[in-house]
Structure formats: C-alpha cells, structure tokens
C-alpha cells in the first residue's frame, strides 16, 4: 500500500475543517449521557429501537476522556446527544459505569476480549462503533462509514465529459451531484482527488433524483465503485477516517484528544501520523 504518513501530512494542510469548534466540558459524572440525530444506518436484531425514532444515544462512561471523544464521534455522525435514559434512546456505556433498564436498548463497550451483539471490546476500531450504532437504527443497514464532503469531481458517460461534486463518500460509494439524471445501474467513470492524490474509479448507478426544494439544480446521484483494488478502498477508508478524526481534533483539548486515542485502534499511517499509544485490554 502507497498510503504512507506523508499523505496525512498532505491532507491536515488540505483539509478545511467546516462548522464551528466546541469543546465539550471536562466535568466527570458517573451517569453523565451523550446521543445523536440524523443520518442513514445499519441495524441490529436484539432490542432495537422502533423505526422512525430519531437517532438518539446516551452515552455513560467513568473517563471524561473517553465520554468526549465518544461525543465527539457521536456528532460528527449526526447522532443526537441526550442526557438521560429513556424510551428510544440508545444507552452506549463503558461496562461497570451504570446499570440499565431490563428494556433499555444498550451497546456495551468492555475491558475483556468478548464481543457480542449487545458488547464492544475497548480499544476499538472506531469504523466497527460506527457499524454498530448504525445497525441499531436503519434498515436496510449501512456497512461502511461514509463522510459527507464537498468535493469537486469530473463524471464521463454518455460519451461525455461533466462537472461534478461528491457530497458523500464511503470506502464503495458515494452520492454525485449532476446536471442530468441516469439510469439505474448505468456505468459511468469517475474522477476526483484526496489531498492531492487523483482517484480514477469506475462505478454504476443505485439511483438518480431531484431532491425537492433543493438550493441546487440537479440530480442526486448514488452510485457504487467497480473494479477497486485494495490499495484504493484502503487509500479511501483511511482519508474518511483521518476526516473525522481531524475534526474531532479541532473540537477538543489536544490532552483530551490524544488520550482518547487510546481507547481506539487506528490503520499503521493513521496511528502513526496522530501518534499516542493503544490501551491494554
């Protein structure tokens, strides 16, 4: 794999983190919560909450470390942060710090090796909490982080060439912006570039609408990536992910941040470019 620590060098200078900065307060509160609103998912079997409900969790932790950078996360995704317990909230707890309802829709995070539906092993690949979550409130569920970007790209089909922006992106996909609407599973080629790097990939149509009361003119476009190598999905997972991690950095006390690192595993240039080392399970 070509991805190396100076691509993230390359992309902290390139990338422009948009929104304002918050800080979350570094109070400690046993009980303290934290939950999040829209977006699109993945689901789980066991206790789910009803379809519909808005996309809350609360999260409980014993270190005001790992509770915000779980919040941090948690917006980044568009959850909707809620302070207490109740009927369609998400509880996503650190093992020990609380007790939850028999009917409280829970996700574990544990300090042994065990891993279940309801329970997550500490560290973590922050990718696998994202599936998690996801899984909890969507159907049919998501099965890859995705970032919402504004990315300028250039689109060949139909014998031409045109002018593009990417506004979502996974590790298999994405969402195109285009002047025309195109037909289900039609192949078209797709160009863009991270932090500098060109990405030629090809891809086929899922689907193409106007939004209704879009600011824009236009056709969104959803489409899957065909014929990746791994060295492309790789190069792709690891820039969705360095995204949120420079936002979350932006957003807390550089102490906070890379203590928090710890309780997260991270791709070799990823954990080598942010540094910090991985707590023991």
């Known amino acids: 794999m070509k991805t190396t620590s100076t691509f993230w060098t390359r992309f902290s200078l390139r990338c422009n983190v948009s929104g304002s900065v918050t800080r979350w ?29 808005e996309r809350k969790v609360c999260v409980c932790t014993s270190d005001p470390t790992l509770r915000q950078m779980l919040a941090g996360l948690l917006v980044g995704w568009r959850f909707s942060l809620q302070q207490e317990m109740a009927a369609g909230v998400l509880l996503l707890a650190e093992e020990g710090c609380c007790e939850a309802p028999p009917d409280q829709p829970v996700l574990w995070l544990g300090h042994s090796r065990y891993s279940s539906r309801d329970k997550l092993p500490l560290p973590l690949p922050i990718e696998e909490l994202y599936t998690r979550l996801e899984h909890r409130f969507h159907r049919p569920p998501r099965r890859h982080m995705r970032l919402d970007i504004d990315l300028s790209a250039r689109v060949c089909c139909r014998g031409g060439d045109y002018a593009s922006s990417l506004t979502s992106l996974s590790d298999r996909g994405g969402r195109l912006r285009l002047p025309m609407e195109l037909a289900r599973e039609e192949e078209l080629e797709l160009e863009f570039s991270l932090a500098g790097q060109p990405m030629s990939l090809a891809a086929s149509v899922i689907y193409s609408f106007q939004r209704p009361g879009a600011a824009t003119e236009g056709y969104d476009t959803g489409v899957l990536f065909a014929r990746q190598v791994q060295e492309e999905c790789e190069q792709l997972r690891e820039f969705i992910l360095g995204r949120y991690l420079a936002q979350l950095r932006e957003r807390l006390a550089p102490e906070v941040f890379s203590a928090g690192l710890a309780y997260f595993t991270l791709p070799p240039a990823l954990q080598q470019f942010y540094g910090g080392s991985q707590m023991d399970n």
């Open 25 to 53: 307060p570094m109070t400690a509160r046993r009980s303290s919560s934290i939950c999040m609103g829209h977006s699109g998912g993945i689901m789980l079997v066991e206790r789910p909450i009803p379809r519909g409900m």
